[in-house]
């Protein structure tokens, strides 16, 4: 895979790093991550705690928006649960531009976990980014 400004970021993202997620790929507006849900993610519904279900969303959602180069934050971000991620899923996120504009973006991000019949979707998220000044 070949390296560029996300890479570079996700490589000083101790926070992600810590909770295991790994980025499978980013170029071109696009990203890919994976993460285990730990026991210490489980809420007291013994589900998986929607923050770190939005955490990896919005790791992937920053790789994603800065794969293109200049540094890019989000200026927000929304999520919709639409299913319980469980102790021990591994949980995939796959986000895919949708515009760019000026400074902006629009990204979308869905969750998933591979289930019996295939992937379920755990969560969908929509980022918005802004280009900053370096």
């Not at 570079?8 to 810590?18: C, G, H, L, Y």
């Not at 992937?60 to 927000?76: E, R, W």
């Amino acid at each position: 895979m070949d390296r560029n400004a996300a890479h570079e970021m996700f490589d000083d993202d101790q926070a992600s790093r810590a909770l295991g997620i790994e980025l499978l790929e980013a170029e071109d507006g696009h990203a890919r991550t994976r993460m285990n849900v730990t026991e210490g993610m489980v809420n007291g519904h013994k589900i998986a705690h929607g923050g770190y279900v939005f955490l990896l969303a919005d790791t992937t959602f920053a790789c994603a928006c800065n794969s293109h180069g200049p540094v890019t934050v989000a200026s927000g971000a929304e999520v919709s649960f639409v299913t319980a991620a469980r102790l021990g899923d591994t949980l995939t996120a796959i986000a895919t531009e949708r515009t760019r504009y000026g400074r902006n973006g629009i990204y979308d991000v869905t969750v998933t976990r591979q289930d019996a019949e295939g992937p379920a979707v755990i969560a969908e998220f929509r980022g918005r980014s802004r280009t900053i000044k370096s």
